[in-house]
Nanobody, 128 residues
Framework: QRRLVQAGGGLVQPGESLRLSCAASGFTLEGYAIGWFRQAPGKEREGVSF????????VYAESVRGRFTISRDSAKNTAYLQMNSLKPEDTAVYYC?????????????????????WGQGTQVTVSS
């Protein structure tokens, strides 16, 4: 019953933008730490961006810093990843995740095993 439903992926040209969404179903995201991860074929899953449960702290991977923005809208019970100036190397399946450890510690969580709920993943392809 508790799940994360993702949307917003697609095919874009380099330099364009996409916004990924991650809607919680069966629970509220308030109090959870949120993370966005991505995985390209043949590559390890890597962390992209993270936000603490209070939204006080955010972290971005060096590869996306200055281009991506993580956020959440409590009214919509949805987390977002705004992706600007997309590059071909951003091509991957993107996953959102939520961790109830955020109820205990107001810090960013950056490791996959720290997360309890995962979205189904959405494909982002950046190509000319």
């Amino acid at each position: 019953q508790r799940r994360l439903v993702q949307a917003g992926g697609g095919l874009v040209q380099p330099g364009e933008s996409l916004r990924l969404s991650c809607a919680a179903s069966g629970f509220t995201l308030e109090g959870y730490a949120i993370g966005w991860f991505r995985q390209a074929p043949g590559k390890e899953r890597e962390g992209v961006s993270f936000v603490s449960s209070s939204n006080e702290t955010t972290v971005y991977a060096e590869s996306v810093r200055g281009r991506f923005t993580i956020s959440r809208d409590s009214a919509k019970n949805t987390a977002y990843l705004q992706m600007n100036s997309l590059k071909p190397e951003d091509t991957a399946v993107y996953y959102c995740a939520a961790s109830f450890r955020g109820f205990a510690v107001d810090v960013v969580l950056v490791l996959p095993y720290e997360y309890d709920y995962w979205g189904q993943g959405t494909q982002v392809t950046v190509s000319s």
